[in-house]
Structures are given as structure tokens and as C-alpha cells.
């Protein structure tokens, strides 16, 4: 016992005295692990700036090379650059807008994605009023200009849809595309009730000669991959001749209500229920797509992140025509 008791005290003794040595170690060690991670992450922004003094003019292979092997997800945000402070309902406005990275870079090199550098969306943030619209770039300046027409009162939102060209991955190692957006305010919005958006009980929907008959899977689960088909007949009769339309059969645009959570969606027009077979991503890309499967069914498969109420975008072409309908469904 007594040996015991002596051994543990000696223990207690050493402890004691090698104690400050211990924590001294221990903080050379955080300091050690600190400095490496921030040099890492200083380099490549420096290479940027450094390399052609003004920032990001022409991202060069270096920059894409260091950013995806960094693993460095930058964030972007879309920065406007003309006056949104008077828009009017219906009269048309030229918005222009820049992308700035999270180092406060102005974003000029991207890829194409579905045929297109960028994808603007504008919706009224009770889900009303949609548009897909292109806008034009300069890369000089990083600056995107595009004509808008905002047809009634109200708040809408601006979604800039894209994909930065240095290559970055997302969680799930695909290449990252991002949706950063603004909200804009439209006419006198004191006068602005927005619209309830309730989930459609019809699953017909009419637009123009087109029927959209809608088959999902019934009840909607959170979290649970879900099939959902539209199939297009026109006066009647099944459209079967539906031509690609920005490197797809169709796109659609999944908005939630109120937080307005955004997926872009695409039925890539293959045989097989929308499939990727026989598609490369580059031609899919620079509009080069041959689909094969020209309607009359459209299949998006999606797995719903959250509970809640989302309405459907869909867009698909047939005779030089870009058909638009809608569809709102209750998530569980
Ligand atoms: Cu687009």
C-alpha cells in the first residue's frame, strides 16, 4: 500500500514539474497546425491578385487548378449594379449585375452550363410570374446586362444560376454550380397582397393547346427519391416532337415556398426515364445534345430536402416554341 502510495506521489511530482512543459508542447502544436492551414488558403488568393495585378482578370489554369485541389468551396454573391430603386410594374428595366467571390473578387471566368455562362431566373416571391431568362456578359468588366420586364407590384426575387469555371466540387463531388440571389422591390409593394400558393388538386394542367397530364408518387415524402412524370398532349394528341432546348429535353425549376430554396432540374431527353445515357456532359454543355426521347413524357427524379409546399417549373421546346407549366405539390 504504502509503495503505492509512494509511487503515485512520485507520479504527482513529475506531473506537477513537467506540467508547463506539457502545455508549452500542446500550444506549439495548435500554433503549428494554425500557420499551415492559413498559408494554404492565403497562397491561392495571393497567386490570383499577385499574378495579374488586377484581380481576376481571366482566371488562368493556375487559378482553376489551385481552387479545386485546395477543396476550397468559395461562396459568391450577386452584386447588383444598376438602381433597383424604382422599378415599375410592366415597364421593362435593364438589370445589370456582377458576381463577387467571398475574398471580394469579381467573378469572370465560368462554364457552360446547359449551353448558357448564366441562367436568370425571376420569380414573385409568392411563386408568381416566372421567368427563365439569358442575360448577356461582358468579361472585360464581369458585368451580366439583361432587359427585365416585371409584370405586376411586388417583391421578387433574382436568382443568378451558374457554374464557376475553376472547377470546384460540391459535398457530393459534382461539379459546384451556385444560385446566389437578390430580392427586388416592384411598384408601390404596400399595395402587394402576395398570392396563397396552394398545392394543385388537378393533375391536368392546360397552357395554351397543351395538356400536362402530372403523375407523382402519392404522398410526397421528404427525403425519398421521387419520380415525377408530365406527360404533353397537344389538342389531344401526345407530343412527340419536342426538340432540345438548352441541352436537354426540359428543365425544371423547383422553388419552396417562402424560403424560396431553389433546384434546377433536368430530364436529359434519353431513352430511359430521363437518364444521361449517351450524353456527354460536354455536349450536353455546348448545346451539341441529341436527345432521344422526344416526349410526350417528361421525368424529373428528385430527392425533396424538407416538409412543405414547392411548385414546378417545367420548360420544354416544340416547334421553335418554349412551353412553360407549372405544378405545385404539398411535400410530407
Ligand atoms: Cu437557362
Request: proline content about 4%; overall charge neutral.
Amino acid at each position: 500500500m504504502l509503495k503505492i502510495f509512494t509511487i503515485l506521489r512520485l507520479v504527482g511530482t513529475v506531473m506537477k514539474k513537467s506540467l508547463p512543459i506539457i502545455v508549452i508542447v500542446v500550444l506549439v502544436i495548435i500554433g503549428i497546425i494554425y500557420i499551415t492551414t492559413k498559408n494554404s488558403s492565403n497562397s491561392n488568393m495571393q497567386g490570383m491578385h499577385m499574378m495579374n495585378g488586377s484581380s481576376m482578370q481571366g482566371m488562368d489554369m493556375g487559378d482553376k487548378q489551385s481552387a479545386a485541389q485546395s477543396n476550397r468551396t468559395y461562396t459568391y454573391t450577386l452584386q447588383l449594379t444598376s438602381s433597383t430603386s424604382n422599378l415599375q410594374p410592366n415597364q421593362q428595366t435593364t438589370i445589370t449585375y456582377k458576381i463577387v467571390d467571398d475574398q471580394g473578387n469579381i467573378l469572370k471566368d465560368y462554364a457552360l452550363d446547359h449551353t448558357k455562362l448564366m441562367h436568370f431566373i425571376v420569380v414573385r416571391k409568392d411563386l408568381q410570374d416566372f421567368q427563365h431568362i439569358h442575360p448577356d456578359f461582358n468579361k472585360n468588366t464581369g458585368e451580366f446586362r439583361i432587359p427585365v420586364t416585371f409584370p405586376e407590384i411586388g417583391t421578387y426575387r433574382l436568382f443568378a444560376d451558374f457554374t464557376p469555371a475553376n472547377g470546384q466540387k460540391d459535398a457530393q463531388g459534382d461539379i459546384l454550380s451556385v444560385t446566389p440571389y437578390k430580392d427586388v422591390n416592384v411598384g408601390d409593394i404596400t399595395k402587394y397582397t402576395p398570392q396563397a400558393v396552394t398545392p394543385d388538386t388537378q393533375t391536368i394542367k392546360t397552357v395554351g393547346d397543351f395538356q400536362i397530364t402530372y403523375t407523382l408518387p402519392q404522398p410526397l415524402q421528404a427525403n425519398k427519391s421521387a419520380t415525377i412524370t408530365a406527360h404533353v398532349t397537344k389538342n389531344g394528341q401526345p407530343v412527340t416532337d419536342m426538340q432540345e432546348y438548352l441541352g436537354a429535353l426540359a428543365h425544371g425549376i423547383l422553388l419552396k415556398q417562402d424560403t424560396l430554396d431553389f433546384a434546377h432540374l433536368h430530364d436529359m431527353g434519353q431513352m430511359g426515364s430521363g437518364s444521361m445515357q449517351g450524353m456527354s456532359m460536354q455536349n450536353m454543355n455546348t448545346g451539341n445534345a441529341k436527345i432521344t426521347n422526344t416526349g410526350p413524357n417528361i421525368t424529373f427524379t428528385y430527392s425533396f430536402p424538407s416538409s412543405g409546399v414547392y411548385k414546378l417549373f417545367t420548360q420544354f421546346e416544340e416547334q421553335g416554341n418554349v412551353i412553360t407549366t407549372d405544378y405545385t405539390m404539398q411535400v410530407q
